[in-house]
């Protein structure tokens, strides 16, 4: 019976948060895919919000016991609603989290939801062991045949969006992340019936603006289900705690934290519209062929055809060298570890652009697969435009690549962003008229959401609600 009893302690002692736990492999695995973050999905530039959602982390963190992890969080530059936690202690939420929150302990609840995936470890068992999806499907040799080894190229991600580091949660471990979550954000001070809230604001957000009940979202990774808001109703009956003072003592606060917060597409990162890309910092557009599948992300832009057969992406080098230079520099290496020649290379010029283009064939597969690589200079800056797909598509591949070019003064004038802002409404106001009277581009559906208001709502004098405002986009370069 001793022997029990002391078999007993020592395997509950060893199920304790934090016991005997060695993170050293979470702060390596984490510390690594970081890095990848704002290459991949970007860093919202925003010093005064930054440190907002920092400060509640911290005030999260003060509430952790025993576990060796030093948690720091960050925005990502993206308009999709989403928010996770990769290993070691890193947390992010997305512009598209934050321009939900309509109250302080919202915002509580998802990072301390997040903060228990690291400190439980989840990540660590149930994450991806392939972080980067395949790109195309195109069977041959070219496809590994653009790498750091030959003129510093690399395969660019494209296609990758929000499914990038975040892992399929078991059932159990987004009831653990959710009851310990709720459990830390209540010693905090912060009221964890807000939760459930924010959830069911997600879920709406993802049906209203795709028109699919929860597409690709926080749900990816969160799956949410009227039975996940039951659950929490009853943990959080559970609690007991004592509210504190949120940083942001009331709406005016809050909202003022995101006011000029950038939502939908950034213009900083480039923007799309319908298959032309435009990026008014770097002064470039390049049209991509019609229906293909574009993907925007901080160090590529590109499309991809509908079935994979082909793709094309455009990447900054990693040099200034002239084209020619860089070019021939691959040529040589190519032939010197492939024992052949190109089937093609010549300098060119791109609508008054100094260029230098390469061509590679491949059968091996029975299907002819061409790749084009083009350097292309354009003041002090190199661009990188990889084409792969099967023969058909060579003429579509260097049709776009000639449509690259300098953007027109009307073009960078129509280039908008929309921002966050707030605005108190009048006495007997309806929301058409609050909107009117604002600017709100936001129609009444997407308002009401935003602010957390039940359809139909009557607005009260005084009363603070988040508006979108067009803004034309200055370039900042």
Request: glycine share 8%; proline share 5%; charged share 25%.
């Given at each position: 019976?001793?022997?029990?009893?002391?078999?007993?302690?020592?395997?509950?002692?060893?199920?304790?948060?934090?016991?005997?736990?060695?993170?050293?492999?979470?702060?390596?695995?984490?510390?690594?895919?970081?890095?990848?973050?704002?290459?991949?999905?970007?860093?919202?530039?925003?010093?005064?919000?930054?440190?907002?959602?920092?400060?509640?982390?911290?005030?999260?963190?003060?509430?952790?016991?025993?576990?060796?992890?030093?948690?720091?969080?960050?925005?990502?530059?993206?308009?999709?609603?989403?928010?996770f936690a990769l290993p070691g202690g890193y947390i992010y939420v997305t512009r598209g989290v934050l321009s939900l929150v309509n109250d302080e302990s919202e915002l509580a609840c998802i990072m301390g939801h997040e903060m228990i995936h690291a400190i439980e470890r989840h990540s660590v068992k149930q994450m991806k062991?392939?972080?980067?999806?395949?790109?195309?499907?195109?069977?041959?040799?070219?496809?590994?045949?653009?790498?750091?080894?030959?003129?510093?190229?690399?395969?660019?991600?494209?296609?990758?969006?929000?499914?990038?580091?975040?892992?399929?949660?078991?059932?159990?471990?987004?009831?653990?992340?959710?009851?310990?979550?709720?459990?830390?954000?209540?010693?905090?001070?912060?009221?964890?019936?807000?939760?459930?809230?924010?959830?069911?604001?997600?879920?709406?957000?993802?049906?209203?603006?795709?028109?699919?009940?929860?597409?690709?979202?926080?749900?990816?990774?969160?799956?949410?289900?009227?039975?996940?808001?039951?659950?929490?109703?009853?943990?959080?009956?559970?609690?007991?705690?004592?509210?504190?003072?949120?940083?942001?003592?009331?709406?005016?606060?809050?909202?003022?934290?995101?006011?000029?917060?950038?939502?939908?597409?950034?213009?900083?990162?480039?923007?799309?519209?319908?298959?032309?890309?435009?990026?008014?910092?770097?002064?470039?557009?390049?049209?991509?062929?019609?229906?293909?599948?574009?993907?925007?992300?901080?160090?590529?832009?590109?499309?991809?055809?509908?079935?994979?057969?082909?793709?094309?992406?455009?990447?900054?080098?990693?040099?200034?060298?002239?084209?020619?230079?860089?070019?021939?520099?691959?040529?040589?290496?190519?032939?010197?570890?492939?024992?052949?020649?190109?089937?093609?290379?010549r300098h060119l010029e791109i609508n008054g652009y100094p260029a230098y283009m390469v061509m590679l064939s491949d059968n091996s597969s029975g299907k002819t697969v061409n790749m084009f690589l083009y350097w292309i200079k354009k003041s002090d800056v190199v661009f990188n435009i990889q084409g792969l797909g099967y023969?058909?598509?060579?003429?579509?591949?260097?049709?776009?690549?000639?449509?690259?070019?300098?953007?027109?003064?009307?073009?960078?004038?129509?280039?908008?962003?929309?921002?966050?802002?707030?605005?108190?409404?009048k006495a007997g106001e309806s929301l058409k008229a609050f909107s009117e009277r604002t600017g709100n581009k936001w129609n009444e559906e997407v308002t009401g959401l935003m602010n957390g208001l039940e359809k139909g709502a009557k607005l009260e004098e005084g009363q603070y609600l988040k508006i979108a405002v067009e803004?034309?986009?200055?370039?900042?370069?």
């Amino acid at each position: 019976m001793k022997k029990q009893v002391l078999f007993l302690l020592a395997f509950l002692l060893i199920l304790s948060p934090g016991f005997s736990q060695d993170y050293s492999y979470d702060k390596k695995i984490g510390a690594e895919n970081a890095r990848q973050v704002p290459l991949t999905m970007g860093i919202y530039n925003d010093s005064v919000l930054s440190a907002y959602v920092s400060s509640v982390g911290e005030r999260l963190v003060k509430q952790v016991e025993y576990v060796p992890l030093d948690f720091n969080f960050h925005i990502v530059d993206m308009q999709e609603p989403n928010a996770f936690a990769l290993p070691g202690g890193y947390i992010y939420v997305t512009r598209g989290v934050l321009s939900l929150v309509n109250d302080e302990s919202e915002l509580a609840c998802i990072m301390g939801h997040e903060m228990i995936h690291a400190i439980e470890r989840h990540s660590v068992k149930q994450m991806k062991k392939k972080i980067l999806p395949g790109l195309l499907q195109i069977p041959g040799a070219l496809v590994g045949i653009v790498n750091p080894s030959l003129g510093g190229l690399i395969s660019a991600p494209v296609q990758i969006g929000s499914a990038l580091f975040l892992s399929s949660y078991s059932r159990s471990q987004e009831k653990q992340a959710d009851r310990l979550g709720i459990d830390l954000a209540s010693k905090a001070g912060y009221d964890p019936s807000k939760l459930a809230i924010i959830l069911e604001n997600l879920s709406k957000d993802v049906e209203t603006l795709t028109g699919e009940e929860e597409k690709k979202s926080y749900f990816s990774s969160h799956p949410f289900t009227p039975k996940r808001v039951s659950y929490l109703d009853k943990e959080v009956d559970k609690l007991q705690w004592t509210p504190k003072v949120p940083i942001a003592k009331n709406k005016e606060e809050l909202f003022g934290y995101l006011k000029g917060m950038c939502f939908g597409d950034n213009p900083e990162q480039g923007v799309f519209k319908d298959n032309k890309f435009l990026h008014p910092d770097m002064d470039f557009t390049i049209t991509f062929p019609e229906k293909w599948q574009t993907q925007n992300i901080p160090v590529a832009v590109g499309a991809m055809q509908p079935k994979g057969d082909a793709r094309i992406v455009l990447q900054l080098s990693d040099t200034v060298a002239n084209p020619d230079s860089l070019g021939l520099d691959f040529v040589r290496k190519f032939k010197k570890k492939y024992k052949e020649s190109p089937k093609e290379n010549r300098h060119l010029e791109i609508n008054g652009y100094p260029a230098y283009m390469v061509m590679l064939s491949d059968n091996s597969s029975g299907k002819t697969v061409n790749m084009f690589l083009y350097w292309i200079k354009k003041s002090d800056v190199v661009f990188n435009i990889q084409g792969l797909g099967y023969s058909q598509y060579s003429d579509t591949i260097q049709n776009c690549v000639q449509t690259f070019r300098e953007l027109t003064e009307k073009e960078k004038e129509g280039i908008t962003s929309l921002k966050l802002d707030f605005a108190k409404v009048k006495a007997g106001e309806s929301l058409k008229a609050f909107s009117e009277r604002t600017g709100n581009k936001w129609n009444e559906e997407v308002t009401g959401l935003m602010n957390g208001l039940e359809k139909g709502a009557k607005l009260e004098e005084g009363q603070y609600l988040k508006i979108a405002v067009e803004v034309p986009y200055i370039s900042k370069k």
